[in-house]
């Protein structure tokens, strides 16, 4: 009923940057966040940066500074700009989205397929 698209992933040298971005689509009544989470080979997925519709933004302690998330609410799209790349933020990265679809307003939450970032010289 929602479908995440995700773009922008890539190979990226060590200092590099790359912008990450999410559209959401379907039936879709409101949202509340957007986020972005990610999964290295061997680990659990984790928390990368998330923003509510509230403007209210949480950032993993390790990308802090490096990383911004925004929102275009217009089109249900959030970005993940990545900026001072370090070979520690390889992995797949998944966009999240929860909210309430329409017309029933029941709450949902979604994943994008997952898009790979590679940071290696």
């Known amino acids: 009923q929602v479908q995440l698209v995700e773009s922008g992933g890539g190979l990226v040298q060590p200092g590099g940057s790359l912008r990450l971005s999410c559209a959401a689509s379907g039936s879709i009544f409101s949202i509340y966040a957007m986020g972005w989470y990610r999964q290295a080979p061997g680990k659990q997925r984790e928390l990368v940066a998330t923003?509510?519709?509230?403007?209210?933004?949480n950032y993993a302690d390790s990308v802090k500074g490096r990383f911004t998330i925004s929102r275009d609410n217009t089109k249900n799209t959030v970005y993940l700009q990545m900026k001072s790349l370090k070979p520690e933020d390889t992995a797949v990265y998944y966009c999240?989205?929860?909210?309430?679809?329409?017309?029933?307003?029941?709450?949902?939450?979604?994943w994008g397929q997952g898009t790979q970032v590679t940071v290696s010289s």
């Open positions: 923003k509510t519709s509230h403007e209210i933004t």
């Open positions: 999240n989205v929860r909210g309430k679809l329409g017309p029933d307003r029941k709450d949902f939450t979604s």
